[in-house]
């Protein structure tokens, strides 16, 4: 299993607070490449850098004076909801590009809202999966990222109308979780695309090769862990809200676990993030992932009842962090728990 991650994002993570911190603005991307990426680019299957653009999407309440407001208030428990739509900090922005492909680094940058995201000129390809990029490239017409997900994709305006927008797709109207899937969907971003097709342009297609991905061998799983993430009077983990000097599991370095993650229901959606390593999903609900999912995630998306099974591999370094839903008012509200690799 490769460890070099490319499309990573970091945020404050204080104690009861996240929140409100991520929200005014402490949060932002980390991009990376190692040697195989930059042969990727230097052989012309990627855009290079000028192509390469990271898009963090977030939703946000601004006051008569364009200053933020976060007043959670009632809304708390189940996560801060805003009313204008912001991507990389600006409402309702447009972006001058060239018929070419481009790449981009898209974020779910958001408190408690859920993306479905659509381009109204046709499809993305599908190269990266949170921090990692795919052993193969994927098309995708419609891409769904929960709190903190990511997707790395290329977008083909050589053909495209002068005008493309980024939709979302998805309704929400309270922090739970998302409603439905409602069509036309409301813009994001609009790409003004000029000038002729570019001839010598990036030559990723589905099916590209990208970065070989070994997975966890069902052989190397020593243990298997169990967690219910639920409401007890606020959200908690197994019953037990977050005690940060409590470990709720203590892995061995260099071992492989199976981790199982339910959603108690209650018509709330949790994203499950632990920290340190990235995990392969192997089960939703009994079923096998989808294909874009079946690899590297840092993030794994439970809608209400929803129950996943995942392999994580302690591999790098020893010591204590911690797991948590990605819905971070879920998070402050102690939907979080220790884990000490020892």
Request: glycine share 8%; charged share 20%; aromatic share 12%.
């Amino acid at each position: 299993m490769s460890s070099f991650s490319s499309t990573q994002c970091y945020h404050d993570h204080m104690m009861d607070i996240t929140g409100q911190n991520v929200y005014m603005g402490l949060a932002g991307f980390y991009l990376l490449k190692d040697q195989l990426e930059d042969d990727l680019i230097d052989a012309g299957t990627l855009p290079a850098e000028p192509f390469d653009i990271p898009l963090v999407i977030q939703d946000r309440v601004f006051d008569q004076n364009a200053h933020l407001v976060f007043k959670p208030a009632a809304d708390e428990f189940n996560g801060w909801l805003g009313d204008v739509f912001v991507v990389n900090g600006k409402a309702q922005p447009f972006f001058e590009v060239q018929r070419r492909k481009y790449r981009f680094r898209i974020l779910n940058g958001s408190n408690a809202r859920w993306y479905q995201l659509q381009l109204t000129s046709g499809q993305f390809l599908q190269i990266g999966n949170d921090s990692w990029l795919l052993p193969f490239a994927i098309p995708r017409t419609s891409i769904r990222l929960g709190l903190a997900e990511r997707a790395d994709v290329i977008v083909d305006f050589r053909n495209a109308p002068s005008e493309v927008y980024l939709v979302n797709v998805l309704q929400q109207t309270e922090g739970a979780g998302p409603d439905g899937v409602r069509r036309p969907g409301i813009p994001l971003v609009k790409f003004i695309v000029n000038g002729s097709p570019v001839s010598n342009d990036a030559s990723v297609v589905s099916g590209t090769q990208l970065r070989p991905n070994t997975p966890i061998d069902p052989k190397e799983i020593v243990r298997t862990r169990h967690f219910v993430f639920g409401d007890d009077d606020g959200w908690t983990i197994n019953e037990r809200r977050f005690d940060p000097n409590h470990n709720e599991a203590t892995p061995q370095s260099n071992t492989a676990e199976r981790w199982i993650f339910k959603n108690d229901g209650g018509g709330w959606s949790h994203p499950i993030h632990p920290h340190l390593e990235a995990h392969q999903i192997q089960r939703i609900n009994g079923r096998a992932p989808a294909l874009y999912n079946s690899f590297k995630k840092d993030t794994t998306p439970l809608g209400p009842d929803d129950e996943a099974e995942v392999f994580i591999k302690f591999r790098t370094f020893t010591g204590r962090y911690v797991f948590h839903c990605h819905n971070i008012e879920h998070e402050d509200h102690f939907m979080m728990a220790a884990f000490e690799v020892i």
